[in-house]
């Protein structure tokens, strides 16, 4: 059988854990091969010794490419072999051309100087081919995820590819813009191009891949050549059955915490334009209110808004706690109202990485291990790891810094965070985005019984599943305004969509309500 890669028993260690234990893989050439396990498996950590960031001589075990031994130094070095691997965090300089950032590193030059007429026909000619007709002079960030995404591919075809290593690609990403480049991939792959895929989206897998490896802990516990049933190869990647992937729960829902009362905010960059439009709601103690929505809708705006107006110019509109009104107007005011926001973008917002976890999880919350303006370090030490063992954050101590902890483990830590700070709402934006099956179980167990204790939780996610699976109560926005609502137990995928289309034609003033669904679905 003719394989591009073996990689033979690939050990990589790192103070007081051992990431990799006696790693074994082999991809065939012209495959796309699923790299799947749960957050902390040593996927990533795989991958980084493949490509050369963590060099020759750093981790045990041997690598062979293309039938030869390979011993890379740095990930130029696995580059120049045709071995490129695109991050998660992608690795683009906003302010840049698309050109410049495809070519940085790699400048096309004559005696020191950049020819630009080169640079640009040879980045049209890449663009095509990801599918993207852009400028090749447009500034990257200008654009959005998904054509940002493709870009890196560009860049990767650019360094005339043979194994492209694909981490994550589609957790930003909507659903429009996944299946784009999941087509593309499926495209390279037919013309000879192979992949590694990790993903935490076995529809995903199931989509493009045609072999999957599941790491567990460290180490390889399953390769399967051709699809198998999702249940399997979750079973594979957390070591136990999960017929159920969100747990229990008996809602008990009382009376109004909050109401929010045409609330509006504009957007800064744009004149004219409303990133929240007139939004009213109101959300119960011990409920669970989900915020549905395609990308854009408005759901993060609306969210950071509330949270002390952390985004956008408020117009208008009015927010009560216990039918008083609260001031909202800066951050330390909505947290002393009681409000807490886990952002989407944990590792930019949510952490300070460089940190350790008892430095972080005080950080919403300092007059809680303070005494008279000073830090009490026994304290911080005692509240940090009370709450890595509540809510099982995995790490050898209290000590390790964030940036090393899986993405899970990160989640749990920006949680541990805000749950110190005592707040009686909670607005939980994307909070599995990243993070596999098993974590995500965790943190839904998390979500339930910090209802069931009597918090209040407003749950925005791209993943309707998860709203279906967790919530009480669904909202619907739609370009700046909520558009209907429903009662999860009436809730289906296929009614949320039709409310989305239906406001896209006829956007009111008026909340769709669950009578009006019915009506409007024996239409569609």
Same mark, same amino acid.
């Given at each position: 059988?003719?394989?591009?890669?073996?990689?033979r028993?690939? @050990?990589?260690?790192f103070?007081?854990v051992?990431?990799?234990?006696?790693?074994?893989?082999?991809?065939?050439r012209?495959?796309?091969?699923?790299?799947?396990?749960?957050?902390?498996?040593?996927?990533?950590t795989?991958?980084?010794?493949?490509?050369g960031v963590?060099?020759?001589?750093?981790?045990?075990?041997?690598?062979?490419?293309?039938?030869?031994p390979?011993?890379?130094?740095?990930?130029?070095?696995?580059?120049?072999?045709g071995?490129?691997i695109?991050?998660?965090?992608?690795a683009?300089?906003?302010?840049?051309?698309?050109?410049?950032?495809?070519?940085?590193?790699?400048?096309?030059?004559?005696r020191g100087?950049?020819?630009?007429?080169?640079?640009?026909?040879?980045?049209?000619?890449?663009?095509?081919?990801?599918?993207?007709?852009?400028?090749?002079? @447009? #500034?990257?960030?200008e654009?959005g995820? %998904?054509?940002?995404q493709?870009?890196?591919?560009?860049?990767?075809?650019?360094?005339?590819?043979?194994?492209?290593?694909?981490?994550?690609?589609?957790?930003?990403?909507n659903?429009?813009?996944?299946?784009?480049?999941?087509?593309?991939?499926?495209?390279?792959?037919?013309?000879?191009? @192979?992949?590694?895929?990790?993903?935490?989206?076995?529809?995903e897998i199931?989509?493009?891949?045609?072999?999957?490896?599941?790491?567990?802990?460290?180490?390889?516990v399953?390769?399967?050549? %051709?699809?198998?049933?999702?249940s #399997?190869?979750?079973?594979?990647?957390?070591?136990?059955?999960?017929?159920?992937?969100?747990?229990?729960?008996?809602?008990?829902?009382?009376e109004?915490?909050?109401?929010v009362r045409d609330?509006?905010v504009?957007d800064?960059?744009r004149?004219?334009?409303?990133?929240?439009?007139r939004a009213?709601?109101?959300?119960r103690?011990?409920?669970?209110?989900?915020?549905a929505?395609?990308?854009g809708a408005?759901? *993060?705006?609306?969210?950071?808004?509330?949270?002390?107006?952390?985004?956008?110019d408020?117009?208008s %509109?009015?927010?009560?706690?216990? %039918?008083?009104?609260a001031?909202?107007? *800066?951050?330390? #005011?909505?947290i002393?109202?009681g409000?807490a926001?886990v952002?989407?973008?944990?590792?930019?917002?949510?952490?300070v990485?460089?940190d350790?976890?008892?430095?972080?999880?005080?950080?919403?919350?300092?007059?809680?291990?303070?005494?008279?303006?000073?830090v009490?370090?026994?304290?911080?030490g005692?509240v940090a790891?009370?709450?890595?063992?509540?809510i099982?954050?995995?790490?050898p101590?209290?000590?390790?810094?964030?940036?090393?902890?899986s993405?899970?483990n990160?989640?749990?830590?920006?949680l541990?965070?805000?749950?110190?700070?005592?707040?009686?709402?909670?607005i939980?934006d994307?909070p599995?985005?990243?993070?596999?099956v098993?974590?995500?179980?965790?943190?839904?167990?998390?979500? #339930?019984?910090l209802?069931?204790?009597?918090?209040?939780?407003?749950?925005?996610?791209?993943?309707?599943?998860?709203?279906?699976?967790?919530?009480?109560?669904?909202?619907?926005?739609?370009?700046?305004?909520l558009v209907?609502?429903?009662? *999860?137990?009436?809730? *289906?995928?296929?009614?949320?969509?039709?409310v989305?289309?239906?406001?896209?034609?006829?956007l009111t003033?008026?909340?769709?309500?669950?009578?009006?669904?019915?009506?409007?679905?024996?239409?569609?």
């Open positions: 059988m003719d394989h591009i890669l073996e990689m028993g690939i @050990t990589k260690e103070p007081g051992k990431a990799l234990d006696n790693v074994n893989m082999t991809v065939r012209g495959e796309i091969r699923a790299l799947v396990g749960e957050n902390g498996a040593g996927k990533s795989l991958m980084k010794v493949l490509s963590y060099p020759h001589g750093s981790y045990q075990g041997e690598i062979l490419y293309k039938g030869q390979m011993a890379f130094r740095d990930i130029k070095d696995s580059e120049d072999r071995i490129v695109i991050h998660q965090e992608l683009l300089v906003p302010q840049m051309s698309i050109a410049e950032n495809i070519f940085l590193g790699n400048e096309i030059a004559t100087v950049i020819d630009r007429r080169e640079t640009n026909r040879r980045t049209a000619e890449l663009l095509a081919q990801v599918g993207l007709r852009e400028s090749p002079e @447009t #500034r990257v960030g654009l995820m %998904g054509k940002q493709l870009i890196e591919i560009a860049k990767a075809l650019s360094k005339k590819v043979d194994l492209l290593i694909l981490d994550e690609p589609t957790s930003s990403l659903e429009h813009d996944s299946d784009a480049l999941l087509r593309l991939l499926a495209g390279f792959r037919d013309r000879g191009m @192979t992949a590694i895929l990790i993903s935490h989206k076995l529809n199931s989509q493009v891949c045609d072999s999957i490896t599941v790491l567990r802990d460290g180490a390889t399953a390769h399967h050549d %051709g699809m198998v049933e999702e #399997r190869i979750i079973r594979d990647m957390v070591g136990r059955s999960m017929n159920d992937r969100y747990p229990p729960r008996q809602p008990r829902v009382g109004v915490v909050m109401q609330w509006t504009a800064p960059a004149e004219g334009r409303l990133l929240v439009n009213s709601f109101e959300l103690r011990g409920e669970v209110l989900g915020i929505g395609l990308m408005g759901r *993060t705006e609306l969210a950071m808004s509330l949270f002390g107006r952390s985004m956008g408020w117009q %509109g009015s927010v009560s706690i216990h %039918g008083k009104p001031d909202l107007t *800066t951050v330390p #005011r909505a002393a109202a409000l926001y952002t989407e973008d944990r590792k930019s917002l949510g952490l990485l460089e350790t976890i008892r430095r972080n999880i005080p950080l919403a919350n300092l007059a809680g291990i303070s005494a008279r303006g000073v009490d370090r026994a304290r911080e005692a790891r009370d709450y890595r063992q509540r099982n954050i995995r790490s101590s209290v000590e390790q810094k964030t940036v090393n902890l993405g899970g990160q989640q749990k830590v920006v541990a965070k805000w749950l110190f700070a005592e707040p009686e709402i909670l939980l994307e599995t985005r990243g993070i596999d098993g974590a995500k179980y965790e943190i839904y167990t998390i979500i #339930r019984d209802a069931a204790s009597g918090k209040s939780i407003i749950v925005i996610s791209s993943e309707m599943p998860e709203l279906l699976g967790i919530t009480d109560r669904i909202l619907v926005m739609n370009e700046g305004r209907g609502e429903m009662p *999860t137990a009436e809730a *289906t995928q296929e009614r949320i969509m039709q989305i289309i239906r406001s896209g034609h006829d003033d008026k909340t769709v309500t669950p009578e009006e669904i019915e009506a409007e679905a024996a239409h569609v």
